[in-house]
């Protein structure tokens, strides 16, 4: 895949200068480094994660009203830590816990999506959080998600905010 241009930035705002790239990356855990370190000071992380954006070609950038930087991404840039849910069936609400502190409702307008691996079958779920950004939902949430979970037809998966989210196939009955 051809890597994304700089200069390619037409869907963000004109204003801050472009300059180039920084040495940040967001490891599948959640993890911020900078310069191979990891970034300690949660209140900083939460400060850059609040000016984080992806653009359209999949690229993230870190965009201050001076200027705008582009960092790695391992996998998403935020991790579901926790989840609660209030309600049941279809009436149920979903409400999530980033690694940042945001809280999030599952619904229409923050889906919850399942990749799975071509080679092993192994599950990857995501939750939008904002704007073209998800979050990874940790392995002990999904499980939580698993043991919630209903059959709809073919598909298995969870209710939030009147929506239904597909975790898979359904079970077969023995």
């Known amino acids: 895949m051809a890597r994304p241009s700089l200069s390619d930035l037409s869907e963000f705002a004109p204003g801050p200068e472009t300059c180039g790239e920084i040495d940040i990356r967001i490891a599948r855990d959640g993890t911020w480094f900078y310069h191979g370190s990891p970034i300690g000071r949660k209140p900083l992380v939460?400060?850059?994660?609040?000016?984080?954006?992806?653009?359209s070609d999949g690229s993230y950038w870190l965009i201050t009203p001076s200027e705008r930087v582009r960092i790695q991404v391992d996998d998403a840039p935020?991790?579901?830590?926790a989840m609660t849910m209030t309600g049941e069936g279809r009436k149920a609400r979903?409400?999530?816990?980033?690694?940042?502190?945001?809280?999030?409702?599952?619904?229409?307008?923050?889906?919850?999506?399942?990749?799975?691996?071509?080679?092993?079958?192994e599950?990857?779920?995501?939750?939008?959080?904002?704007?073209?950004?998800?979050?990874?939902?940790s392995r002990?949430?999904?499980?939580?998600?698993?043991?919630?979970?209903?059959?709809r037809g073919a598909a298995y998966g969870v209710w939030s905010d009147g929506a239904f989210f597909s975790l898979g196939e359904a079970p077969c009955a023995s």
């Not at 904002?130 to 979050?135: K, Q």
């Open 94 to 121: 979903l409400s999530f816990v980033t690694n940042v502190d945001d809280t999030v409702n599952a619904g229409r307008d923050h889906p919850i999506r399942v990749a799975f691996d071509p080679a092993t079958g």
């Open 46 to 55: 939460k400060l850059f994660a609040s000016v984080l954006r992806r653009n």
């Open 140 to 151: 002990p949430v999904y499980y939580e998600l698993v043991a919630i979970g209903e059959s």
């Open 78 to 81: 935020f991790v579901a830590v």
């Open 123 to 137: 599950p990857a779920p995501y939750l939008m959080v904002r704007d073209g950004l998800e979050a990874l939902i």
